[in-house]
């Protein structure tokens, strides 16, 4: 599980992979991600632009916000005609 500081502003890395292979880069998808406690699913932050590099997203998280607990990220991309919801991907604010 990673790991963030309380108080810091760092990037949780999200490889993404396309089952279908009809994706090589995340270009024209415009990822965003949301998280949420794992107690009881409270969002804490709601569609937040991610940023990419090929098929690996970036979300930036500022921990100044959230409190020392574990979270639940979740990345959503516009695919048409879909929109994919992926996660959770587990992060702890220590």
Known sequence: MIQ???????????????RLGNLTDLTGTNPT???KT???????IVNRAATFL???AFCLVDTS???K?????FIKMAVPPETPYL????FEVI
């Not at 996660?87 to 587990?90: A, E, I, K, Y």
Request: hydrophobic share 40%.
């Open 38 to 44: 794992t107690k009881d699913g409270t969002p804490k």
């Open 4 to 18: 963030l500081a309380k108080g810091t502003v760092e990037h949780i890395p999200v490889n993404i992979a396309d």
């Open 54 to 56: 090929g098929m690996t």
């Open 69 to 73: 607990d574990r979270y639940q990220l």
């Open 65 to 67: 916000i959230l409190a």
């Open 33 to 35: 991600f949301d998280v």
């Open 87 to 90: 996660g959770p991907f587990d």
